[in-house]
């Protein structure tokens, strides 16, 4: 069993930045590649970012170049870095082990002047 939590969300002006964190529980977190989703109301949960347990990133186009994934895998918790944030960037953003039923229970951005 893995626990993944998230925190870093929160009420961003369009154009701010924000950086959210997932740490996950449990000594597998090295050997699995992880993702981030987001969904917003009424919306079905789409992929934002990916990263594999080697480092290599994915990334959609409605994202791309504005977020960036990244991993410690000392400190278990994985990353994601949202610059140049639009109002249409707004969801609640989860965490999850590629692969895997894990998911973590979600934080709240909201993009919003």
């Known amino acids: 069993q893995v626990q993944l939590v998230e925190s870093g969300g929160g009420l961003v002006q369009p154009g701010g930045s924000l950086r959210l964190s997932c740490a996950a529980s449990?000594?597998?977190?090295?050997?699995?590649?992880m993702s981030w989703y987001r969904q917003a109301p009424g919306k079905e949960r789409e992929l934002v970012a990916a990263i594999t347990s080697g480092g290599i990133t994915n990334y959609p186009n409605s994202v791309k170049g504005r977020f960036t994934i990244s991993r410690d895998n000392a400190k278990n918790t994985v990353y994601l870095q949202m610059n140049s944030l639009k109002p249409e960037d707004t969801a609640v953003y989860y965490c999850?082990?590629?692969?895997?039923?894990?998911w973590g229970q979600g934080t709240q951005v909201t993009v919003s002047s």
């Open positions: 449990g000594r597998i977190f090295s050997s699995y590649g």
């Open positions: 999850n082990v590629v692969g895997t039923v894990w």
